[in-house]
C-alpha cells in the first residue's frame, strides 16, 4: 500500500482495508471526488473527498475503536460522515430503552440493527449503491415493528448539483463531493404504526472533524412561532457558543464543549452547513421536509411533555464528559424524518444530500451568498 499522511482519503481507505472493513467506492469519473462507505457499518458512509486518495478526508472516523476490534456494550461510535438512525432515542417511545428501565446510559442501548449488524447489498455500480435490512424492535411501551430498510447512496456530479440549486457549482475554482442518500422505512408487520403506542423516524446522522476555526450556521424559518433552537440536550449552552441573529443560528464547533442544539419543525429549513475557515471546507447538508406540517418525535431521555415535539435539525459538539474523557473529538449535524405512522406495506422516505466544497474564499463567500443570503465574513468571526 501507498503510505498517505493522517487526514487524507488514501490514508483512510488504506486504514479500513488493513483492518479488514468491507469497503464500496463510488468514484466520479470526471474529478477527483470519492465517496467510501461500509456495508457492515449499516451501510454509511465512512468517509469522502474531494482532491483524490491525497485529498482531505471530510469524515470523523474512530481509528482506536476500530483497531482494538472490541464490541463495546451499549454503542460502538466508529465514526462515519453519514449513518443511518432511526428515532425516537428517549421518551416512552425509545427503542434504546426497554419497556420499564429507566433512561439513563446504564440502561442505554443502541439495537443491534443500528450498531453492530451488516446491511445487505442488493445493487451497485459505479457511482451508486443500495443496501437492505430487515429487523423487529420493541419500543420502551411494549410496542413491537417488524421494518424493512432501504438506503441508497449515489454520488451527485457538479452538473447535478446546478440543476439542483440553480447555481453554477461547475467553476474550475472549486473542488467538490457531494452524494444523495434516500433512506425507506417500511412496514413489514400485519399492524399499523399508531401514534398511541409510538412510531419510528428516520434520523441521519453526520460526524466530521471539528477545529477553532468550525461554526455550524442553521437558517431558521423567522415566520415561525415559538421556540427558535432548543439548547438543553445536555444543560444550556453558553452565550459564547450559540448566537441567534437576524433568521441564522450559529454555533461554535472545537470538539472541546460537549452540546446539543435543535431546531423544531416551525423554525427548521431545508438546507444548513458548516464551515472551517481554517481549511477553507463549505459543508452543505439539505434533507427533504415536508410541504405539510409534520410532527416529529422528541428523543430527549426521560418524562416529555409532548413526544411529538422534537427536532428537525440538530448539530452537537463533542467535548469531555464528567470523568475528562472523551469519544472524539467529532462533531454532528442531524436531520430527521416526520414520525411515521404506516400502515402495513406502506413506506416512509427521507433524503439528505452532503456536499463539501474546497476553493478560495472569495469564490466560497459567492456560493454561501446565493444559497443562503448570509455573509461568510460574518459566518467566519461571528465568535472571534
Known amino acids: 500500500m501507498i503510505n498517505f499522511e493522517k487526514g ?20 466520479d469519473k470526471d474529478s477527483n471526488a470519492s465517496v467510501l462507505l461500509a456495508p457492515g457499518y449499516q451501510g454509511r458512509v465512512m468517509t469522502s473527498t474531494a482532491g483524490g486518495d491525497k485529498g482531505l478526508s471530510f469524515g470523523w472516523i474512530n481509528y482506536k475503536l476500530i483497531e482494538s476490534g472490541r464490541i463495546l456494550e451499549h454503542i460502538n461510535p466508529v465514526g462515519g460522515e453519514e449513518r443511518f438512525w432511526l428515532g425516537p432515542e428517549g421518551g416512552p417511545f425509545s ?15 443502541v439495537p443491534a440493527v443500528l450498531d453492530t449488524e451488516p446491511f445487505e447489498i442488493i445493487r451497485q455500480d459505479s457511482e451508486s449503491v443500495t443496501f437492505t435490512k430487515n ?14 430498510i432501504e438506503r441508497t447512496v449515489k454520488l451527485l456530479h457538479a452538473d447535478s448539483l ?26 413489514t408487520g400485519t399492524g399499523e404504526w399508531t401514534k398511541e403506542k409510538g ?27 415559538g421556540t427558535v433552537v432548543n439548547d438543553d440536550y445536555f444543560g444550556k449552552v453558553p452565550s459564547e457558543r450559540l448566537i441567534i441573529d437576524s433568521g441564522t443560528v450559529f454555533f461554535k464547533i472545537d470538539g472541546k464543549f460537549r452540546s446539543k442544539i435543535g431546531l423544531p419543525e416551525e423554525r427548521a429549513t431545508e438546507m444548513c452547513g458548516s464551515y472551517d475557515s481554517q481549511k477553507n471546507i463549505l459543508t452543505l447538508i439539505w434533507c427533504s421536509l415536508p410541504k405539510e406540517k409534520k410532527e416529529y418525535l ?33 462533531y454532528e449535524i442531524e436531520t430527521s424524518s416526520p414520525a411515521a ?34 455573509d461568510l465574513q460574518k459566518i467566519k468571526s461571528v465568535f472571534q
Open 162 to 187: 446546478s440543476a439542483i440549486f440553480h447555481l453554477n457549482f461547475s467553476s474550475p475554482d472549486i473542488k467538490l463531493v457531494a452524494y444523495q442518500s434516500e433512506n425507506k422505512i417500511t412496514n
Open 8 to 27: 487524507t482519503y488514501g490514508y483512510d481507505k488504506n486504514f479500513l482495508k488493513k483492518n479488514i472493513i468491507e469497503i464500496v467506492e463510488l468514484k
Open 95 to 109: 427503542i434504546y430503552f426497554e419497556q420499564g428501565s429507566e433512561q439513563i446510559f446504564d440502561n442505554w442501548q
Open 135 to 148: 429487523s423487529c424492535l420493541t419500543n420502551a411501551s411494549g410496542a413491537e415493528f417488524s421494518i424493512g
Open 341 to 374: 405512522g404506516l400502515k402495513p406495506g406502506e413506506s416512509l422516505t427521507h433524503t439528505q444530500r452532503v456536499v463539501h466544497i474546497q476553493g478560495d474564499e472569495k469564490n466560497l463567500a459567492k456560493l454561501t451568498y446565493k444559497l443562503f443570503k448570509i
Open 199 to 225: 412510531l419510528l423516524s428516520v434520523w441521519m446522522l453526520s460526524m466530521f472533524n471539528p477545529s477553532p476555526a468550525t461554526t455550524v450556521f442553521l437558517p431558521y424559518n423567522t415566520a415561525g412561532s
Open 298 to 330: 422528541n428523543s430527549k431521555w426521560g418524562d416529555q411533555d409532548n413526544p411529538y415535539l422534537g427536532d428537525v435539525i440538530n448539530a452537537y459538539n463533542d467535548g469531555p464528559v464528567e470523568d475528562g474523557s472523551i469519544m472524539g473529538p467529532f
